[in-house]
């Protein structure tokens, strides 16, 4: 099992910035692929970002650009760094993680966090 942890949520003005962090435990050989994925109220869970374990990076369109997703394997950390944030950004962001590549902008994680709320103000 994995155990994933968001924090660094929160409420920002539109044009601002914040950064999300997970941190991993449990059978971390699990997590050769984190990802953020976000979901507003009464959508469906979009992906946002995701890393493999030696740094490949993808993004969704509308994050590109903004958003920078980086890891720390030694400490078992995954950072979202966004920037130039806009309300359209409102969601809980959820950390998840898998064994492989394949499908990595798909939902198919084999574990997930809780959220974190971020919410940006117009």
């Known amino acids: 099992q994995v155990q994933l942890v968001e924090s660094g949520g929160g409420l920002v003005q539109a044009g601002g910035s914040l950064r999300l962090s997970c941190t991993a435990s449990?059978?971390?050989?699990?997590?050769?692929?984190m990802g953020w994925f976000r979901q507003a109220p009464g959508a469906d869970r979009d992906f946002v970002a995701g890393?493999?374990?030696?740094?490949?990076?993808f993004y969704a369109d509308s994050v590109k650009g903004r958003f920078t997703i980086s890891r720390d394997n030694a400490k078992n950390l995954v950072y979202l760094q966004m920037n130039s944030l806009n309300p359209e950004d409102t969601a809980v962001y959820y950390c998840a993680a898998k064994r492989t590549i394949l499908g990595v902008r798909s939902p198919a994680y084999d574990y997930w966090g809780q959220g974190t709320q971020v919410t940006v103000s117009s």
């Open positions: 890393i493999s374990r030696s740094g490949s990076t």
């Open positions: 449990g059978r971390t050989e699990s997590t050769y692929v």
